[in-house]
């Protein structure tokens, strides 16, 4: 059994039935927002990246996905990659004017991306998540969102090229 910090309840208290069938597992929810996990050792890992994605934002639907072998789960910490020490800035160049640089680095990568605080947490197919993660890194690191959509959209043409 583990026991989790969950800060997300109402999604757990949304898909519990569902969040507890796909891990195999007896979830109990706890006063202090706390979640206790029955289940075996391996499913006990899973859990663990299930409410890690749970607890950035992911709805759990997206964060079931991660039980899929082709798909991968990623966090980083833009403190990590940033040059400056105001990340309000760089939290605002990842998501872009409106979501734009967000909503692109999505849809070319097909991933899923959450933002909170300081952490990026990305959902996607394995082959692209790598791609994902390099774009907002060099976002992170001060590149021109123009030049991260070139380096996509390039990884996305040599990828076609190979089928």
């Known amino acids: 059994m583990i026991t989790i910090a969950i800060k997300n309840v109402k999604e757990l208290i949304r898909s519990k039935k569902k969040l507890e069938q796909k891990l195999n597992a007896k ?3 706890q006063q202090d927002k706390t979640v206790n996990v029955e289940t075996d050792s391996f499913n006990e890992f899973e859990a663990n990246r299930v409410f890690d994605a749970l607890n950035l934002g992911f709805s759990a639907d997206d964060a079931l996905r991660i039980l899929d072998e082709e798909i991968s789960f990623v966090k980083i910490n ?9 990340l309000e800035v760089v939290r605002s160049r990842i998501i ?19 933002l909170k605080d300081n952490i990026v947490g990305i959902i996607g197919p394995s082959e692209t998540t790598e791609t994902a993660l390099t774009a907002i890194t060099n976002i992170s690191r001060g590149t021109k969102q123009a030049n991260a959509y070139r380096y996509l959209e390039r990884i996305n043409t040599q990828k ?4």
Do not use: P, S
């Not at 872009?96 to 959450?114: M, P, R, V």
């Not at 076609?160 to 089928?163: G, I, L, V």
């Open 96 to 114: 872009g004017t409106h979501g734009k640089t967000k909503a692109t680095i999505e849809e070319i990568t097909k991933c899923t991306i959450k």
């Open 78 to 86: 833009i403190k990590d990659y940033a040059k400056t020490k105001n």
């Open 160 to 163: 076609r090229k190979q089928k």
């Open 27 to 29: 979830i109990t929810l």
